[in-house]
């Protein structure tokens, strides 16, 4: 099991940046309405979802992506932490194998997940919840 790269938002900080590894792409942290923990996700071409904390549909998979970054591909997936969840882990799937990735938690809202490899599925697990998402390709 491979852990991810990003640390947790400290709870004192209202804006900070991650850097993406894999492909890439940033994940800016900040504040949404009523100071709720709010994620926003860059790619080199601009912003790919915006997600606030608190809300009335915070889903366990908000995004899933593959995609390529000069001759690497790669496999993203980002969502809402579920309460009462210990981890979120991904199984990133190929038709030769997968990936299996916890989650890094992120901002104490949301976690995030990449991984190196071309990758077509996920099955995304936190608690009793699990979840099946197809992996769409990002074409800038």
Not at 30 to 59: K, M
Not at 99 to 119: D, K, L, Q
């Amino acid at each position: 099991m491979t852990s991810a790269f990003a640390t947790p938002l400290p709870p004192d900080d209202s804006h900070q940046n991650l850097s993406l590894p894999e492909s890439g792409w940033e994940l800016h942290i900040g504040r949404g309405p009523l100071l709720r923990p709010a994620l926003e996700v860059h790619t080199f071409h601009g912003l790919v979802d915006v997600a606030v904390a608190g809300g009335f549909d915070e889903p366990l998979v908000r995004g899933a992506l593959r995609g390529r970054h000069m001759t690497r591909r790669w496999a993203l997936a980002w969502g809402h932490l579920p309460s009462g969840a210990a981890d979120v882990i991904v199984d990133f799937r190929a038709r030769r194998g997968s990936m299996r990735v916890t989650a890094t938690r992120v901002a104490g809202a949301f976690w995030v997940a990449e991984a190196p490899g071309s990758f077509h599925s996920a099955i995304v697990a936190a608690g009793r919840s699990t979840m099946r998402v197809r992996l769409h390709r990002h074409r800038p």
